[in-house]
């Protein structure tokens, strides 16, 4: 199984401060079709996971620019510009290129 | 506005079984893939079961296989997790997915806690 693993576990940050967290596989991600599979979630407090970026850099609807990934192969990076006071949470990243299983790393906790 | 609404969970013995139900809505569930996501109390998120937009092929995590069955009824727009011989390991919020990996929005339910324990 593929396992990620991010750094650091946690992060404190100021507000309107940039803020950059590492997530290193332990395959690469490129899948057979070209596309690598790597996604970053954000779990508020209380509250579901919502995906903010796919395949390493495209970011879902609705995601501020102030979030974007990137890296290829092994190593990949989520940073936010400017931190919002919004932006606490935990911060998953997550494979889908070889699977079963799809693996999450052990998150990121992110403190405002 | 894209909906996921988990229900079933509650308290279980170990060895019980229960039923998970996820209803969609407000898209067209039969064509995305689903899945189902764990997360114990204070811990990571954890991948648990899958299956295709048909419900012709599915995976599931090593520590569930053989005990939980993941299915679909895409003329009701239901997913389920059929939970059988619980353990105590197996305490989490479950939640429902839409297609964790594509281009389309990732959606997740608001999650249904399932507690083993006697």
């Known amino acids: 199984d593929v396992v990620l693993t991010q750094s650091p576990l946690s992060l404190p940050v100021t507000l309107g401060q940039p803020a950059s967290i590492s997530c290193i596989s332990s395959?690469?991600?490129?899948?057979?079709?070209?596309?690598?599979?790597l996604s970053w979630f954000q779990q508020r407090p209380g509250q579901s996971p919502r995906r903010l970026i796919y395949k390493v850099s495209n970011r879902d609807s609705g995601v501020p620019d102030r979030f974007s990934g990137s890296g290829s192969g092994t190593d990949f990076t989520l940073k936010i510009s400017r931190v919002e006071a919004e932006d606490a949470g935990v911060y998953y990243c997550m494979q889908g290129t070889h699977w079963p299983p799809w693996t999450f790393g052990q998150g990121t906790k992110v403190e405002v | 506005e894209v909906q996921l609404v988990e229900s079933g969970g509650g308290l279980v013995q170990p060895g019980g079984s229960l039923r998970l139900s996820c209803a969609a809505s407000?898209?067209?569930?039969?064509?995305?893939?689903m899945h189902w996501v764990r997360q114990a109390p204070g811990k990571g998120l954890v991948w648990v079961a899958r299956?295709?937009?048909?419900?012709?092929?599915?995976s599931y995590a090593d520590s569930v296989k053989g005990r939980f069955t993941i299915s679909r009824d895409n003329a009701k727009n239901t997913l389920y997790l059929q939970m059988n011989s619980l353990r105590a390991e197996d305490t989490a919020v479950y939640y429902c997915v839409r297609d964790l990996t594509g281009e389309d929005d990732a959606y997740w339910g608001q999650g249904t806690l399932v507690t083993v324990s006697s």
């Open positions: 407000e898209f067209t569930f039969s064509s995305y893939w």
């Open positions: 395959h690469r991600l490129v899948h057979s079709d070209g596309n690598t599979y």
């Open positions: 299956i295709n937009d048909d419900g012709s092929s599915t």
